[in-house]
């Protein structure tokens, strides 16, 4: 079953602070550190390592782990214990991809290349990689080994497939089974089965930052010991309130604010900085709602009026990129002040996630048809400005038949860095680049992340229910 909050809009709701909507933002300043470094601990009891039998074959208890020791196949044709073989006593990242997938599994698998080579001398020295396959009837060993070639596979990455009953079970296990194959997570499970800690990350991360994460569990501590016996039938989860301090940290917008009372974890240090600013701007007293009805900000003044900004106004900023047709844009005034709003970040020598996350703005050009650029603001923003000309990016709109109310985004890149930090989508490097959108309404506040991947009729429901969200 997919883990709560785990959808398309992976990263739900996040009008957290009222009226004041700029503020809902602070899940997103600092999503991207979820999304990239900060994995979601699985939190159950347990230790690492205990076997109970189960079956065919046994059930390894790990920390939170009851992990079948199925029999599988790798990429060489080789039948090993999924356990016994690839797992026990090492530090493990597995991934969950399928051979003919076009959208995530691509980008996947690079970050897994770019990761064997970051980890060098300890790959297949304590630490592994596993990419299992979440369609075992059209993934054979030969496809598999063909699949990763393309990404320099090699010693200390194993792919698997095997009996469809016996996949799906381990799937169900690692708590990465769906249905429907296609709509599987980019969600990755890494953990030290020595010790029993366990962590998801995604598998869209900064492969360094995935690298920094397996480090970090080399010498974690040991998770609670364990208790071999019959497994349990898994307790069912309580469903998440809907507001308030207790908001279950299975979201990981509502973690931060749950990570907060016992203080922020190490990793957090980057972004710190902006997370104060915005709890700022949540603490500046409301401003009095205009328009109709509560749970709107009051719209910003016009240049020139001596009136204080709104709080949206205020943290967004002015900041001025410039567009595919080399007109200068005000990042609050001109872009996000009043409409509904799409954001992704991109480059235009991108061959990876960029052509689809723009094919899904396509989609959505589409289908907003006349309501695009007068409701709805499109918004494409160059992580490569100093390549993406207004040139170039005129160049690419148009192979995409942008019209008008879809902007391509460049700059001076002390400007582009700026815009890309309050959205949420900042990036070391262009290469690590988001892949999620951001869907926001500036009117009524509502904010969202939603996986850029994601079927596209899925990404045009969630824009259908921000866009006509009445706060």
């Not at 992580?383 to 001076?412: C, H, M, N, S």
């Amino acid at each position: 079953m997919m883990q709560r909050g785990l959808r398309p809009e992976w990263l739900g709701r996040s009008r957290l602070f009222g009226r004041l909507g700029a503020a809902a933002l602070l899940g997103l300043a600092v999503g991207g550190i979820f999304d990239q470094s900060l994995a979601s601990p699985l939190a159950a009891p347990g230790g690492g390592g205990a076997r109970a039998a189960s079956g065919e074959s046994a059930v390894v208890v790990s920390g939170s782990l009851r992990v079948p020791d199925v029999t599988v196949v790798d990429q060489d044709g080789r039948q090993v214990r999924f356990w016994s073989d690839l797992m026990a006593g090492k530090v493990v990242a597995v991934s969950f991809i399928f051979t003919t997938c076009t959208t995530i599994c691509p980008p996947i698998g690079a970050n897994f290349g770019r990761l064997a080579k970051l980890l060098d001398g300890r790959l297949g020295r304590g630490v592994s990689l596993i990419s299992v396959s979440v369609d075992p009837l059209t993934d054979t060993p030969q496809r598999l080994k063909a699949w990763a070639r393309q990404f320099g596979g090699g010693p200390g990455w194993t792919l698997v497939t095997g009996n469809k009953s016996e996949i799906d079970r381990l799937l169900k296990a690692l708590q990465a089974y769906t249905p429907n194959y296609a709509d599987h997570s980019p969600l990755i499970l890494v953990g030290n089965a020595a010790n029993g800690v366990w962590q998801r990350t995604s598998g869209l991360a900064a492969p360094a930052e995935i690298a920094k994460l397996i480090d970090q569990l080399i010498s974690a501590p040991s998770a609670p010991s364990s208790r071999s016996g019959p497994v349990a039938a898994p307790r069912p989860r309580p469903a998440p309130p809907t507001s308030g301090a207790g908001v279950a940290p299975t979201s990981p917008s509502a973690s931060v604010r749950v990570a907060l009372a016992a203080g922020p974890p190490d990793s957090w240090a980057p972004v710190m900085p902006a997370l104060r600013a915005m709890l700022a701007v949540r603490a500046a007293p409301a401003p009095p709602p205009s328009g109709s009805g509560p749970g709107r900000l009051a719209s910003p003044p016009e240049h020139g009026t001596g009136a204080e900004p709104s709080p949206a106004h205020h943290y967004f900023t002015d900041v001025v990129l410039v567009d595919q047709d080399g007109v200068e844009r005000r990042l609050y005034s001109d872009l996000l002040r009043g409409k509904t709003v799409v954001v992704e970040s991109f480059f235009t020598t991108c061959t990876g996630a960029c052509p689809v996350l723009t094919g899904k703005l396509a989609a959505m050009q589409d289908w907003l048809g006349e309501r695009l650029g007068r409701e709805v603001h499109l918004l494409s923003l160059s992580v490569d400005p100093e390549t993406d000309t207004p040139v170039r990016l005129k160049q690419y709109a148009e192979r995409l038949k942008a019209k008008a109310g879809w902007y391509f985004l460049t700059g001076k890149k002390d400007n582009v860095n700026v815009a890309l930090a309050k959205l949420g989508l900042a990036a070391a490097a262009k290469q690590d680049h988001s892949n999620l959108l951001i869907l926001g309404n500036e009117a009524t506040g509502l904010w969202k992340k939603l996986f850029g991947l994601a079927p596209t009729e899925e990404l045009i429901r969630s824009l259908d229910g921000v866009l006509h969200d009445r706060g």
